[in-house]
């Protein structure tokens, strides 16, 4: 089974950037959907991006659509997201997770592994 592990987080102005990685544990990302989601103090997670196993297709939540972009590098057995114009809003605690299969989900149930978290904070 994959073990997603994160890492990439940090403290950043508004506008600023970061890019979150996810490295694979024990296999590898070929047989796995994987996306990141984030849960904010006091909030559900939510889906923020996913990809397809074999980087074909990516999907993004409304919220983040057009600042941060999603990539995975089978050489390196990582998965990224690159995070731009970030706003206060975008502070959270992100997570990586994978299921099995092609399809990109939305729904966190959906999905069996999942990385400790990287906390993300953005100052205005």
């Known amino acids: 089974q994959v073990q997603p592990v994160e890492s990439g987080g940090g403290l950043v102005q508004a506008g600023g950037s970061l890019r979150l990685s996810c490295a694979a544990s024990?296999?590898?990302?070929?047989?796995?959907?994987t996306a990141w989601f984030r849960q904010a103090p006091g909030k559900e997670r939510e889906f923020v991006a996913g990809?397809?196993?074999?980087?074909?297709?990516?999907y993004y939540a409304d919220a983040v659509k057009g600042r941060f972009t999603i990539s995975i590098d089978n050489t390196k057995n990582t998965v990224y997201l690159q995070m731009n114009s970030l706003k206060p809003e975008d502070t959270a605690v992100y997570y990586c997770?994978?299921?099995?299969?092609?399809?990109?989900?939305?729904?966190?149930?959906?999905?069996?592994?999942w990385g400790q978290g990287t906390q993300v904070t953005v100052s205005s």
């Open positions: 997770a994978t299921r099995a299969g092609f399809v990109i989900s939305t729904q966190t149930a959906t999905y069996s592994s």
């Open positions: 990809i397809s196993r074999n980087g074909a297709s990516t």
């Open positions: 024990g296999r590898t990302f070929s047989g796995s959907a």
